[in-house]
């Protein structure tokens, strides 16, 4: 399996931009996160899937934000419009259900800047 | 105050020095305790995982955990070029625990 797989890895926007990212869990995962990276905040959690449903939304930031997960192998997360302070790594990972982090995969990352 | 801290590093060692990495928590339920390495421009990949208190071992790699100090190490052995990277610590309520609240993580350069 070729793990994770996101994209683009790297996106240059302009601010009030839409900006689309996407990801492809590993096969059989039932679990999908997205995470946000910064220097200032770190690793943090922003939506968390379970089977295509989303659990638990808690850390998206603001409405500007949204993630979908129309099936098992794809997912994406929205950004409309994009803002300077959106600029981040964000990152998927997928883990078997109930598996909890022990088993979780992370992908490379798409490098978000937004000007 | 955060929920985990983490020493911010950065840290530079030469080659064969022991690499010591540690995080304290402020919540005494969690459960269990990881850490993850992440390679410039890459993703966080899972390193080791402890459950409760004590030491685990795996190669040259140590982790520490001592629940009623709420203090977890990282020991790293005989370090070598090739583990220059990103330390986070992690922990958890179970193990199968979504939420994971991550430290900010050091930077370790380790030099030939």
């Known amino acids: 399996d070729a793990g994770v797989i996101q994209s683009p890895r790297h996106e240059v926007t302009e601010m009030g931009q839409e900006v689309t990212l996407r990801c492809k869990p590993i096969?059989?995962?039932?679990?999908l996160f997205w995470y946000r990276q910064t220097m200032m905040r770190g690793l943090e959690l922003l939506i968390y899937?379970?089977?295509?449903?989303?659990?638990?939304d808690s850390g998206m930031p603001e409405d500007r934000f949204s993630a979908k997960m129309p099936n098992a192998s794809f997912s994406t997360l929205k950004i409309q419009p994009s803002e300077p302070r959106d600029s981040a790594v964000y990152f998927c990972?997928?883990?078997?259900f109930g598996r909890g982090h022990t088993e979780a995969f992370f992908g490379q990352g798409t490098r978000l800047t937004v000007v | 105050q955060k929920e985990v801290e983490q020493d911010p590093g950065p840290l530079s060692v030469p080659e064969g020095a022991i690499v010591s990495l540690n995080c304290t928590y402020s919540n005494s339920a969690f459960q269990y305790f990881m850490w993850y390495r992440q390679y410039s421009r890459k993703g966080p990949e899972l390193l080791m995982y402890?459950?409760?208190?004590g030491n685990k071992e795996d190669g040259r790699f140590t982790a520490q955990v001592d629940k009623s100090s709420k203090y977890i190490s990282l020991f790293i052995r005989d370090s070598q070029p090739s583990d220059s990277a990103t330390y986070l610590c992690?922990?958890?309520?179970?193990?199968?625990?979504?939420?994971?609240?991550f430290g900010a993580g050091t930077t370790v350069t380790v030099r030939a």
């Open positions: 992690a922990m958890s309520l179970s193990s199968n625990d979504y939420k994971l609240s």
């Open positions: 096969s059989g995962h039932n679990s």
């Open positions: 402890t459950y409760s208190s």
């Open positions: 899937f379970n089977n295509n449903v989303p659990i638990d």
């Open positions: 990972a997928s883990t078997p």
